[in-house]
């Protein structure tokens, strides 16, 4: 697991899958948990089987 924020940008590496995609909430499923990414505008500009980045106002990761 790899997590980079800056500024309105997160790139999170080594995850699992797409679990849930909201305007407002982004859960992701990492190998142990799930880590929920909330705020506003929240869009996926890119994706890998490695890698995906976040663009939006970010208000808070949290690992469920």
Known sequence: L???MENKCL???FYECLM???NNIIEIKMKN???RVTGKDLEI???SDQ???IYGK???LRFI
């Open 2 to 4: 790899m997590i980079y």
């Open 20 to 22: 849930l995609l909201e």
């Open 45 to 47: 500009r890119y994706y």
């Open 11 to 13: 790139s999170i590496k």
């Open 58 to 60: 970010i208000d808070c």
């Open 33 to 35: 948990n799930i880590l």
């Open 51 to 53: 890698e995906v980045i």
